[in-house]
Structure formats: structure tokens, C-alpha cells
């Protein structure tokens, strides 16, 4: 088949989406996407702790079908720039005028040996989840995840729920490195210990060891956790394993099908200017296949969340329909949940901000989520960090018993519109029993007032 389409979208993800949603009724379109559902990545560890039903962590095809634009599950293995030709998997060609990459970024898995034997993997598709889950309803009995962020925790809480025996290991001295500084890992990590999760940190995986299937994690301390202590499972087409080694160590754009392509690409992904233009005419990037910068500081970030690739689509989208709009940069506002509490980050932690040449002041509040005196007041503590020159609030991370992430993004909001550590002193806010710490008391404001105290 040949078929000529106005604009063309590699990667069905919520770039790719969210492109649809926005220009699938506006011009001829097609989203190609191998997989034969677009996966909610952020649902799948609760899948695998049955929380949520496989099935519910699956977007709707219709997402991309109703918007007009056509869906082909297919996969684009290589691209004429000149010719404005895509070739599928299938063999099939598309022609387009304007041509988008959203092809989204796999699971770094770092090259140790013994990362090829049976049991490796990484924590990514929908193959990853049912692989994993296929294990764990087959009787596994140990996993040790590598990488203790988000992701990392996430899974190993699910996969603690579910039984199993769980190592977490990082080399990083703190969980959540990319989220929250040492003071709130640190409960997190209280929290990890608690329930039974063997956590090792400063410790970095050297080299697996097995026959077919991993046996041993190499430890560069001398520790060596032994798998083959464990029962042996069957998982999918019939691969014995005693233990599974899951990498969540972040990951790193997908690029196969530009290669040695002259597409400009940087460590981060493909580069893109705000309004998501590559260098090349008629050729765009978006979400974690493309590298842009923070918002802060200017410089090249890494930012593969959901919640940067959304904005990007719907910058491209705008621009794409001739409205000029720019992509600020990222703030990476992000959180997770560990056991009973809810952490989250935002803008820079306080060593990006060292790196950045900042000079920086923090200030600490803990109130609770109601008022004191009533029965379901949880913790609620907030970290803000603000350049010591400008007052400026460049960071801020919270911890409590209840979700974060509308204080995170009001955090991020005062990021985005400069604000200083003196508007948060003067914020409007309001207060109830259920909902809030007494009207004597507000987080921002008592974490702001802790700074100005410093300046004095
Ligand atoms: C377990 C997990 C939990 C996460 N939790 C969160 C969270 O809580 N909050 C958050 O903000 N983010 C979270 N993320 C990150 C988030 O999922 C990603 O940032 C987001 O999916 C990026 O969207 P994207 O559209 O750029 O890429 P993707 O969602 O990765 O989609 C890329 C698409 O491109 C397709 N593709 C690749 N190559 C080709 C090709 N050659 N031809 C055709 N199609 C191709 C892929 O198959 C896929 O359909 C999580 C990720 C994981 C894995």
C-alpha cells in the first residue's frame, strides 16, 4: 500500500494521542503504532497488584479513531527525508507532507555482563507487565529491581503485596534521587525497610551470573544475592527462571528507525526548538524521544514524564494549525507513593541547583493535612528551595499522608511565573477541618517564612 497523509505521527503514546485528539479533524492523518494497545505505563504496577484489571490499563483505540485521524499498527523502520517517505514494517509506504516522531524511550538497561540470560528485563510494555505477571501468578518467589526511583518503588511495593521476596537496589546514597532530597527519602525509605523490602543503597549491580537464567547478583560491595536459592517458576513460552531482575534505571530515546539519518540528535533525544521543530523542514519532535531544556535553568534536562511529553504534542498542535506558541522547558513535576505516603518534586533539587551555579536557601514546614485536633490529620511537610540572589523559588518537594501532587503543581506554577519567596508569604489560601491546617497556618507560607528568616 501507498497512501499520502498531510501529516503523519510515529508513536502511538500520549504524544501521539494527544497530536490526534487535537489535528485528526483538521487534516488527513495517521498515527502508526506497533503495539496493539497503547499502554497507561504509569497504571502498570498496580495491574501487577491487582489493584486495577489488566484491561483498564489500556487507552482506548478509539482516543486516536474518533479524532478522524486513522490508526496503523504498524512500525516505521526507515525514513526518506528528501523523498518525504516512510517505510513500514509491513512494507507499506507513507507520504507526507509534515511528518512527527513521538516514538517515546525505552528502559536503559546498563551493558553488565549477564543481562542477555533469561530473567533481565526492564519494566516497560505491555509484554514487560504480562511477562512479569505471568511469574508471579506461576509462583516466583524473588525479584530484585534495580533502581530505587519511582518506578523502581512502585513496582517493588506491588510485587512485595504479591508475596514475593524483593531486593531494591541503587547506587544512589537516597531513593527518589530525582525527586526528592535526602530529608524525605529517607521516610520513604523508613517506609520501604518497614515492610520487609531488602533495600540496599550506595550499591551498585557489577555483573549477573547464570546458565540460561540468572542465578547471581554481583554486588560491587561483595554481596551476592543468590536466586538459585529460590524455587524454580515457568513464565511465558516455557523460560524456567528462579529469580527475575527487573532494570528501572531510567531510559533513553528511541531512535532506531533515524539512524544515520541527518535527524540532530543529543544525548536526551532528538533536538527540537519551542515550537518542537527539528532541523530538519517539515519534521517535528515530541514527548521522550526528544531532548529539551529545563525551564529553569536553560540547559538540556532530562524530563521523560507523561506530563512533559502532553504539552509538547499540544505546543506542536497549535503550531502545527499556524498558531505560534513555545514550549517554556521542563519543571519535571513529579510524585509517587510509598506505603502510606505520598512524595513529590519539583523544579530543581538542591544539588541541580548547586550544579546550576545557584546559591541556595531552603525552608521546611510540617503541619498536618486538617486540623490537628481532628481524627484523620495526616503529616504534611513541604521543602522549599529558592536562589539566595533573586528569592525566587527554583524547587520544592512535599511528603505527606495524603496525595501531593496539587501542591506540587502549584509549586511548579509559582516556578513557572517567577515567583519569589515573598508571594508565597503573601498567597491567599483557605482553610477548613477536612481540607487544610488551621487559618493560623499554611505550608507554603510557614516553609517561605522559615527562608526570610535566614535572609535576616
Ligand atoms: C512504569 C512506568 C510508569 C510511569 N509513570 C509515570 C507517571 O506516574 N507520571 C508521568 O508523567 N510519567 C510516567 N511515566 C513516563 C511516561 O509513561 C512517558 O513519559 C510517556 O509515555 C511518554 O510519552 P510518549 O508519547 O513520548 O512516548 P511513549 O508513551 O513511550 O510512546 C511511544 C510510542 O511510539 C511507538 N514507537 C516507537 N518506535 C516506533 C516505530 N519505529 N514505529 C512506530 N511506532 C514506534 C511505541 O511503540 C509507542 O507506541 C511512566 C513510565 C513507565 C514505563
Redesign the pocket.
Known sequence: MRKNYDLVV???????ITLAKRLGKKMTMAI????EN?MI??A??YVIENLIEEQKCFKSDSLVTDSGAELLHD??VKVDFDKKMLVLKSKDILTYNKLVI????KPLIPGIPGVHLNGVMG??TQQDLETIMAYVNNGLEKVVIVGAG??GIELAQALKNKGLDVSLVDMASHVLPNIVGNEFARKAEEELIRNNIDLLLNTRVEKLIGKNSVDEVHLDTGEVIYLSDYAPCIGHQNTTIKGLVVFATGVVP?L??IANTPLKTGKQGIIVNEYMETNLKDIYAV???AQFNSYITGEVTGG????N?VPMARILADNLLGKKTIYKGFING?ATKVYNYFIGGTGLSVNEALSANFEVVKGYSQLTTQFPNMPGKKDLRMKLIADKKTLKIIGGQVLSGEPVTSLIDLISFAIQKQATVSDFIEISYASQPYQSFYPAGNIFVAAAEQIMEQMQ
Open positions: 510515529v508513536g502511538g503514546g500520549p504524544s501521539g502508526v503504532r506497533p503495539e497503547s505505563y504509569c502498570m504496577p512500525e516505521a513521538a516514538t517515546g524511550a519494566f516497560k519511582a518506578i528511541e532506531g528507525f514527548g521522550d524521544c521523560k514524564l507523561a506530563t511529553a513529579a
